[in-house]
């Protein structure tokens, strides 16, 4: 086992090379330069100055040549400096990681807790009016817009109703309260965006979980689980979910990612000042090495968590340990 992991990350060193190198093309292929921004905006900007800009960010090299600037300060896990303000890369994102991370780890929570029962009573109960409500809500959750939604959750629960904050993470006399109060203050500014973070995740991993568990409770070995005698609960919680959740294992291991990486979306949306927003902001201002680290941190995020679905598959599913024995 050990050998095998070895050898998988060895071969995600090229993939993740050939992910930076596309990455940063397709960045610098954008028509104009981060110092347009910044120049543009004021009049008395001499050009002389414009060209300092230019080679101070090394933007007169050629692309081949400023990527491999880049790729050595990525060795030394340097980020460089923002293009925007000149503070570390690293800083900034430090910064906007934590917000980020809870709001994706509280909407996976939930997204697991609500929509693997749903996929297992579905398949069980299936073509009843509880698989056919259910159908219909997994349909409305893949065709509703996130930024349509948090607009209209924003308009109920917020300006008419009045229940939750419209926008941000904290009141603006978040200071004042009591450590309790402040809990309740987070958790009344985190309701709606990890509603709609949690929607469109809780319609797909529930049809997920129906599909995959409707193709285990038809075959052999749980029909004779049946003819043993085993109560109903045992043989689908006990020897169906087991066998059934497995897919189940590599999406949500595809979703780590985004655990870092955020929702520009509805971060954007609710002014919540996390990854999601930073990325945004750092596009729309051509920050070129804040947008690297983005994109990086993301790529690293998903390889790593391909690597991590395979190795618990080869925990879970017994068949993988038993061929893999097999073959050494």
């Known amino acids: 086992m050990v050998s095998y992991i070895f050898k998988r990350l060895l071969s995600l060193i090229p993939v993740f090379i050939g992910i930076t190198l596309i990455s940063f093309s397709i960045i610098h292929l954008a028509p104009g330069k981060p110092t347009d921004l910044m120049t543009q905006l004021n009049p008395k900007v001499s050009f002389e100055a414009k060209e300092k800009l230019i080679k101070l960010y090394n933007l ?45 780890i509280l909407s996976m929570v939930l997204i697991f807790l ?8 579905s398949a069980v109960k299936r073509g009843s009016l509880f698989d056919k409500m259910t159908t219909l809500f997994v349909f409305v959750g893949f065709a509703t817009p ?20 419209v926008a941000g993470i904290k009141s603006l006399d978040y200071e004042n309260f009591s450590l309790l109060g402040k809990v309740i203050d987070l958790g009344r500014h985190l309701v709606m965006p990890v509603l709609v973070s949690s929607f469109g995740g809780l319609a797909g991993i529930s049809r997920y979980m129906r599909q995959s568990m409707l193709g285990v409770i ?44 955020g929702s520009v979306i509805f971060e954007t949306i609710f002014s919540i000042p996390g990854m999601g927003q930073l990325f945004y ?22 390889l790593l968590a391909n690597l991590a679905a395979d190795i618990t598959y080869f925990y879970v599913d017994p068949r993988i340990r038993v061929g893999r024995r097999a073959n050494a």
């Open 60 to 104: 007169d090299k050629p692309v081949q040549i400023q990527y491999m600037i880049w790729l050595k300060k990525l060795v030394r896990f340097d980020f460089g400096n923002s293009f925007v303000d000149g503070r570390l890369v690293i800083k900034k994102i430090f910064e906007r990681l934590p917000i980020t991370i809870l709001i994706n």
């Open 114 to 121: 609500i929509a693997v029962p749903i996929g297992v009573i």
């Open 146 to 165: 996130g930024f349509w939604l948090a607009l209209i959750l924003m308009s109920i629960f917020s300006v008419q109703l009045g229940w939750f904050p």
């Open 218 to 261: 038809y075959e052999d070995f749980i029909r004779t689980a049946r003819a043993k005698g085993l109560p109903e609960k045992d043989v689908l919680y006990r020897h169906a979910l087991k066998n059934a959740i497995l897919p189940i294992i590599t999406i949500l291991g595809l979703s780590i990612p985004g655990l870092i990486g």
């Open 281 to 302: 902001q750092s596009v729309m201002a051509r920050d070129y090495p804040v947008v690297m680290a983005v994109l990086v941190i993301g790529a690293i995020l998903t």
